[in-house]
């Protein structure tokens, strides 16, 4: 697979490469030299109605077809994800921004690992019987959706966009996906590996275009019977607003504005190593993918005892940060994945000023030399001084910037934790077990992690609370959204 220096993308219907029905397209951005470097088709309510004519065409074949015979197809565009590994990482970081480095080690390896897990996974998913002494045995069948659609964000473009798709495909779904028009590269190549690995015509349709015209396309259609979305809560209320009225199964994972809690316990003389591993991943937890991760800790909360210590460390280590061309290795900060949200991030930090903000370091857009001098760079961004209330801490960002606040007893954490409308993810860092799990039973979020952060098992359950959304992702959740229970009664 090569990766030409202009890119003409296509949709993806019926297991051709094909344009838009409206022949009309869009720029493709490269967010960290600021130019143009391919063109995105502009899909509509034709081209989804094309797609769902060639799942339709496709669904009763796929939707009986063995575990083992999924497997062996889903195994294959794992092998092949992972054999392109170098070329779909750099189409990731062109498309994104992020650094190569990073797509390399981690967003192009959990891809295939998506594909891996479920093509295996399917292989051993099994119902559940109950036996009415002796009545009669109750058996449940686990049934295919039928045609389901999967649109997927940004942030992390081939790793959720496959996230979605794989557990959708093994469970005998046939599928409409879109990926982001902000980052459309890397599905329009998984296209090309799916007809390579001998995926039947029309199991998987990738449209590319933006929501209101592609995507709401995909939600309002009457034959999609499902929607599998990750995005903003804004986005995830107008697609329910959609789809709940039409008795759609809905899959929502939206925002986040995740609690980091530090306890003092960390700082202890006979534990430096705990204080050095909570520094060092409160960093990455912070800016992680330019802080683009809805799992980042985006709120600091840090034990008022040891407050000027964290403060003056992480402010240090903060600025080391090296921010450049995200193809030089050194690089550990990229750019912004567009224009309009590198506007967005620096707007927020301004009303963070207005809002009586403290910045401590960063908060300016960067123009690196060379050829990302008109790039969407941003500094990694800390402000200290803001109140749980305001606008600053209780709105998703979604770029490299967090705040700090203070607190002195258990009680105080948890209501600072607890104060924002969203309820994704948490990290907890202390050496008291105890603590940490009474802590993790009490914060309202559907992840928590202790002492560490992102460290993610493929079999749990994903997704969040509140406005961070509804329903479960990975591992058998994925696959029983996917699926339709049914119950068989037999009278012995």
């Not at 392109?84 to 062109?94: D, H, P």
């Not at 591993?277 to 912070?286: D, G, R």
């Not at 606008?391 to 967090?402: D, R």
């Amino acid at each position: 697979m090569n990766l030409s220096n202009f890119q003409y993308i296509q949709n993806y219907i019926g297991g051709e490469m094909v344009e838009p029905l409206s022949k009309t397209y869009t720029d493709n951005i490269n967010p960290a030299t600021g130019e143009k470097f391919g063109q995105i088709p502009c899909s509509n309510h034709e081209d989804v109605e094309w797609a769902v004519k060639a799942a339709g065409q496709a669904l009763p074949a796929w939707r009986i077809a063995s575990a083992e015979s999924k497997f062996k197809v889903l195994n294959k565009i794992a092998d092949l994800i992972d054999e392109n590994l170098e070329v779909l990482a750099l189409a990731e970081t062109t498309d994104n921004g992020k650094p190569l480095w990073l797509s390399k080690g981690v967003d192009i390896p959990r891809a295939s690992a998506n594909f891996r897990f479920f093509a295996t996974a399917i292989m051993h998913f099994a119902s559940e019987s109950h036996q009415m002494e002796d009545k009669a045995i109750n058996y449940t069948l686990r049934q295919p959706v039928g045609i389901v659609g999967c649109i997927s964000p940004w942030n992390l473009p081939l790793y959720l966009f496959t996230w979605k798709i794989a557990p959708a495909l093994a469970a005998g779904n046939c599928v409409i996906a879109k990926p982001s028009e902000v980052t459309p590269l890397s599905a329009f190549l998984l296209s090309k590996i799916c007809k390579e690995a001998g995926l039947p015509e029309g199991v998987l349709n990738i449209l590319h275009g933006d929501g209101p015209a592609c995507g709401s396309a995909i939600v309002a259609h009457p034959k999609i019977k499902a929607i599998s979305f990750t995005g903003s809560t804004r986005a995830g209320q107008q697609i329910a607003s959609v789809a709940a009225p039409m008795f759609k199964k809905l899959s929502l994972e939206l925002g986040g504005k995740n609690p980091n809690i530090i306890f003092a316990d960390c700082l202890a003389d006979d534990k430096p190593e705990v204080w050095a591993k909570m520094m060092k991943t409160t960093v990455q937890s912070s800016f992680g993918n330019q802080g683009q991760i809805c799992l980042c800790g985006s709120r600091i909360l840090v034990e008022k005892k040891i407050y000027e210590k964290f403060k003056a460390e992480f402010v240090e280590r903060t600025k080391k940060l090296i921010l450049g061309d995200p193809l030089e290795e050194q690089s550990k900060q990229g750019a912004i994945v567009s224009k309009v949200h590198y506007e967005k991030i620096l707007h927020c930090i301004e009303q963070a000023r207005q809002e009586g903000g403290t910045i401590l370091t960063g908060g300016n857009a960067i123009h690196p030399d060379g050829r990302c001098a008109k790039g969407y760079f941003i500094e990694p961004t800390i402000i200290e001084g803001l109140g749980p209330d305001c606008k600053t801490n209780m709105e998703e960002i979604f770029g490299p910037v967090v705040t700090l606040q203070t607190f002195e007893t258990t009680e105080e954490a948890l209501a600072l934790a607890n104060a924002c409308d969203y309820g994704l993810a948490s990290t907890i860092w202390t050496t008291d077990i105890t603590k940490a799990n009474k802590v993790a039973m009490k914060i309202n979020a559907g992840i928590v992690w202790i002492n560490c952060w992102l460290l993610r098992d493929l079999r749990t359950p994903f997704g969040g609370v509140k406005n961070s959304g509804v329903g479960r992702e990975g591992g058998w959740d994925a696959l029983k959204f996917f699926t339709e229970a049914k119950n068989v009664c037999v009278e012995l």
